[in-house]
């Protein structure tokens, strides 16, 4: 994942200035915590809901993707 550099913020800002994160949310999308090594990501919820959903057309493709590439062994299989 790409991270702007412009999203960054250190845990410490967070805790003093939490206003800070939700506005960095609402002009740039996404903010990014930082503490120590970790970073964690603030986002809105239905961002994070939209990139849990697989579309309907990524989920189809799969299954006819596999039966092209291995239709030889099922061939061999179904005999």
């Given at each position: 994942m790409?991270?702007?550099?412009?999203?960054?913020?250190?845990?410490?800002?967070?805790?003093?200035?939490?206003?800070?994160?939700?506005?960095?949310?609402?002009?740039?999308?996404?903010?990014?915590?930082?503490?120590?090594?970790?970073?964690?990501?603030?986002?809105?919820?239905?961002?994070?809901?939209?990139?849990?959903e697989?579309p309907?057309?990524?989920?189809?493709?799969?299954?006819?993707?596999?039966?092209?590439?291995?239709?030889?062994?099922?061939?061999?299989?179904?005999?």
């Amino acid at each position: 994942m790409m991270v702007n550099t412009d999203n960054l913020i250190s845990i410490t800002d967070a805790n003093r200035n939490f206003s800070k994160v939700t506005r960095m949310v609402e002009e740039k999308g996404v903010a990014v915590i930082l503490k120590n090594n970790a970073r964690y990501i603030v986002m809105e919820f239905s961002r994070a809901e939209q990139l849990q959903e697989a579309p309907d057309e990524d989920v189809m493709s799969i299954p006819k993707r596999l039966i092209e590439q291995n239709r030889e062994a099922y061939k061999v299989l179904a005999q």
